[in-house]
């Protein structure tokens, strides 16, 4: 295990290169042409069987996607800022997953999911912050890595490294599942809707904790709340507000006559439940009755049965607005997840390989509990179901005690202080290959 660690740490020059050039050219969902093509031509480089585009991504399933000529501009994009033709023109349109495959004898099917998508934000550009001062913040508009999933993409290439150097200690086959849109809860069900992991035996996954320090580890997560994602589009009729206003149908009036109703749906008694309204759009003019009106709504639940509960009353609400304006309602699903927890049995292997590494200071004797929703449990229920194991373990990376002494106020995901030091790309790439190791070692 320590020969591993040090193969590891040997790696991290690059892999903090690679971390800095995917957060430079930041890309957000459906649009990872240049960092999808950049890793694919590395696994191709590095030996792997590399599947991507239409053969990993389910276009039927797909959600909250661009409009073909947006795809189209940020392609060109893409390809402007050194995306790899070869692989991006099989992605074009949105499909940017990307897989690569280990055969390494019979043995055990093991999958890793790293997701590459950024936030949908802006990055400053200041000399105050490390990336604004170092070079590497995004140049893209409304595209920042401010989740981690630029070194989380990173740690995947860097497992890719680690298993051709130890192939000759495990039989088995490994899935490396790059995915994209995971933001907004988009990527995994059209990945997982092609079957690629149905044969899978364990299924693994991780991210990022910006507050917790270099070094430490959670061998699993639970507490994932189901969430569905959607907006509502309100249509009436626009009129002048002076000298005909009974001659409108005033969507506006629909959506927030909606937005106050919603919150103010019976919680659940068998758990936690969460609905917001995260943005109202509407109206064209002062003495214009507004005929159009855009809600982007989110609800949450402990389970995929309380997120159902809180859907199916939402659309109770918003179907009663709209007939209460004479509005037509439409409603888009933008995304989506379901609820999820990590399998005990697998995260006792984390607790005794991350020990058995020697490489954290500090691993938790219990999984953490997330709080929040990742797309990852359709991989997760899928895996299960087939009787597989599953984790999703959380990696140390703050920057409050790293390398850079002016970081105590970084900030958490989806801020824009976030920042991650970067120590932790080689102790996130030595767990998913220990693992690995561990559960496909030769006997």
Known sequence: MQNLVAAAFALQEHQTALRRDFHH????????????????????????????????????ERMGLLTEEELEQQYQRALSQGAVLEYAEKMRGGFTGVVGILKNGEGPIIGMRFDIDAVEMNEPQTK??????????????????SC??????????????????YRNQFKGTIKLVFQPAEEGGRGARPLTATGILDDVEYMLGAHLGSSSPVGSLLPGQAGMLATSKFDAIFTG?????????????????????????????????????RINVGRLQAGTGRNVIPDHAVMAIETRGDTSELDQYMYGRAMQVLQGSAMMYDCELELKQMGSAKSGS???ELMQRVIRVATELGCFDQVS????????????????ERVKQNGGQVTYMGIGASLNKGEDAN???AGGAHTIDFDIDERCLPLGSAIFTALALDIAALK
């Not at 105050?128 to 890595?145: L, Q």
């Open 25 to 60: 050219y930041a890309e957000s969902a459906w649009t990872e042409f240049r960092t999808a093509s950049l890793i694919a031509r590395e696994l191709a480089q590095l030996g792997y069987e590399v599947k991507l585009g239409r053969e990993v991504i389910c276009a039927e």
């Open 128 to 145: 105050e912050r490390r990336p604004g001062r170092d070079g590497f913040a995004s140049v893209n508009a409304k595209m920042m890595h």
């Open 148 to 165: 981690g999933h630029d070194g989380h993409a990173s740690i995947g290439l860097g497992v890719a490294q680690l298993l051709m150097q």
């Open 237 to 273: 009729k626009a009129a002048h507000a002076g000298g005909n206003p009974d001659g409108g149908k005033n969507a506006l009036l629909a959506a927030a006559n909606a937005a106050l109703n919603l919150y103010a749906i019976s919680r659940h008694k068998a758990g936690a439940t």
């Open 342 to 344: 990590s399998s005990p």
């Open 365 to 380: 004797p219990s999984e953490g509990k997330l709080g929040g929703s990742e797309d990852f449990t359709y991989m997760m």
């Open 407 to 409: 970081a105590s106020a």
